[in-house]
C-alpha cells in the first residue's frame, strides 16, 4: 500500500512538472513575440546613424538576458555588430585554383616555377598566373593540392614549396614499355601558412621531360585559423 502511494506521488510529481513547464515555454514563446514587436518598432524609429540601443527591450527580470542578447546583437539599423563582424570576416573564404595553359617540355631547368594561366577562380586574389605563385591573403590552415600528366613515354617531376621550402614531391612517371595512355598523378598537403607566405610548384631537379596542358593543375584553400598558441 506505502509503495502504490509513492508511486502515484511520483507519477503527478511528474505530470505537474511536465505541465509547469510547458506552461513556461509557452510564456517564453510569447514573450518572444513581444521582443520582435517592440524590436520592429526600435528598427522603424531609430536613424541609420543611432548608437546601439542601451536600453533592454523587456522590462520584466524574467527575460532581461533575452533583451541582453538582442541588444549586444543588433544597432537601430538592424546591422551586425563590430565583433560579430570581425568574426565574419575571418571567416571568409579564400581559395584557387588554376590549369597549366601550355606544355612543360623543358627538360634541362632546375626548380622552374610551374605557371598555371588559366586562373578558374580566385577568391581572395592570392594566386598570380603571371608568376605561379599564391602569396596567402591570410593566415591559417591551407590545402594544396596539385596535379601533374604526362603522355605515354614520358615523365615529370614536381615539388610544393613554401617560402623556399620543398615540403612535398610529385613523381608521374609513364615511361613504362606498356604506357599507352596518359598518366595522371596528384598529391595534397595540408600546411599551415602565414600572411604573405608564398607558395608555389616547381619543377623537381633535372628531371622531367614532359608536362601536359590543361589537366595539369594546382588548387589550395583555406580551411581554418591557426590555433592562438602556434600563431605567433
Known sequence: MHQDIVITLSVCAVILTTVLFEYRMQRVEDKCKEIELKYDLHQETAGKDDEI?????VDDNENIEVGAALKRRYSKS?????????ELSAQRTIAFSAALGH?????ETVSEVVMYEIVDINIGEGYDPTTGIFRVPESGVYVFHWT??????KWYETE?????HQKRLNSCNNKGEN???NLSCSTIVIAEV???????????GQEGDYLMEMYSSFTGWKIGEIPKSDDN
Open 53 to 57: 540601443v542601451d536600453t533592454p527591450l
Open 78 to 86: 538592424g546591422d551586425l555588430m563590430e565583433d560579430e563582424l570581425r
Open 160 to 164: 610544393l614549396n613554401i617560402n623556399g
Open 148 to 153: 601533374s600528366v604526362t603522355i605515354p613515354g
Open 103 to 107: 606544355p612543360m617540355d623543358d627538360n
Open 179 to 181: 604506357a599507352s595512355s
Open 194 to 204: 602565414k600572411e604573405s607566405d608564398i607558395v608555389w610548384v616547381a619543377k623537381f
